[in-house]
């Protein structure tokens, strides 16, 4: 046997005690013999909640997806709830999605619930995450779980715990719980189910949360604006299929072009290489179709329907995709005006984005006379303000990472409802002879032209998250003082909570959680973040510039000096 650390064995042995089944302890025998490499990766730590739940590689040990990991969540959680909710008959509601294990994981998620004499509502089949959100509050259950790996690769799954209203996991409850789960012995889990607290639920929900769906993403749009849209809608082998298309029709738009390629849901997503809309890549059979049928729009949903990547024309009427600031962008800017021409908005209105989204948001919002706040990465931030916030009215948010909510009866990042916006959008755009394209050119006319870009570089194993972490130290070490020759005059550290402001010379506190987050600010106006990724092997760079922009006829050359410029902080930075 080949040398094994005497604190990883440690782990690696108790998964061979009697709690653990015989294809288990195989398994872990043979990786003990034949791959320590695998037998590290798979036991040197616990998986970890981040900003998206638990996610990370289906397997057996503590570092893997499995039905004993899920399981000790699962105990964990019936215990936390029992102690918050003592007078309550508690229940749950559980989904999942098309990923490989999906509906066997929440089946054992189900038992152990049960097992805990928990009531539990469980979908018959794969759903949207979005509606697993909207049915914990409809069905007034204290907790739901989402069994989902979102746009991760094939091996991957996940484990999202969502709250009583109906938004993820936030400080206090998420660390109270993780403490109870990290409490627990294996043998404590419960995975006898008790089949009389487990019932199944399907259309029923489906038709509520598709006729909500409907109410809260159409504006006042014609019938004949509708029929003249041409969509093209790819659900990019996810959940998204069993609810946008019906979604769309009990909207009145039956222009739909689906790729069907792309229709049939499957774990191995075979038709791309990663099934994330932030990717070109995932969007060219649909929009490969649209040219094909002359298509307005393009829509594309990534596996568990919460993020949604959008192509319309532009002003040479060639299909390309809005990166996520664009589309919170025109989102937002139709929200308001809607509100606005209903003279609905009188100080009380709020929008919700990120700290690494683009600085327009808050410049737009403040135009309409509406506060723009600001949270970390993550839709659960924006849910949380939605709770901090009772007594205003939340129009939407979003983040630039695909994802859009609208008003606050799913609280998470939706792409059902998002679909039927954009549709509005582009719909009523058309109907006035002029397209989305231009209306966003129009907005950086008005406010600022406003650029930006994601650079992601992926570090897997244990060397990598060493790697990221290292960098993540070297730049707090050895601050950048100038950017592509612009003087830094501010950083933001969130994980330190302070803000050093060169200009003034003072420091402030930051007053939101702590994160593993640097941001700098040029002189030039220029934003840089760093962030390493709470759900996957990344580390993230978000690049945002601007300038003015004086008219329409000027759009092309001043994208490509930003765009230049963008490129120059790259290449002074050595991360082109």
Known sequence: MKHIEPQLLERVNTWLTPTFDKDTHNYIKNLIANDTKTLKESFYKDLEFGTGGMRGVMGIGTNRINKFTLGKNTQGLSNYIKQSFPNDNLKVTIAFDCRHNSKTLAKVVADVFSANGIKVSLFEDLRPTPELSFALKHLNCHCGIVLTASHNPPEYNGYKVYWQDGGQLVPPQDAEIITEINRLDYSEIKFEAN?????????????????KSVQNGSFNTSAKAKENLKIVFTSLHGTSITVIPEALKRAGYTNVHIVEEQREPNGDFPTVKSPNPEEPEALKMAIELANKVDGDIVIGTDPDCDRLGVAVRNLEGKLVILNGNQTMLLMTNFLLKQWKNENKINGNQFVGSTIVSTPMMPVLTNSYGVECKIGLTGFKWIAKMIKDFPAMDFIGGGEESFGFMVGDFVRDKDAVTSTLLACEIAAQAKEKGISMYKELIELYIKHGFYKERLVSITKKGIEGALDIKQMMINAREN?????????????????????????????????????????????????IALRPSGTEPKIKFYISVNTTLDNMSAFEATEQQLEARIDAILKDMNLN
């Open 479 to 527: 601050p950048l003082q100038v950017v592509n020759g612009s003087k830094v005059v501010r950083i933001e550290d969130y994980q330190l909570s302070t803000v050093k402001d060169f200009i003034t010379g003072k420091d402030t506190s930051i007053h939101i959680p702590k994160s593993n987050v640097l941001i700098y600010y040029t002189e030039d106006g220029s934003k």
């Open 195 to 211: 089949e009389d607290l487990i019932e199944y639920i399907g259309k029923d929900i489906d038709d509520v949360f598709i006729n």
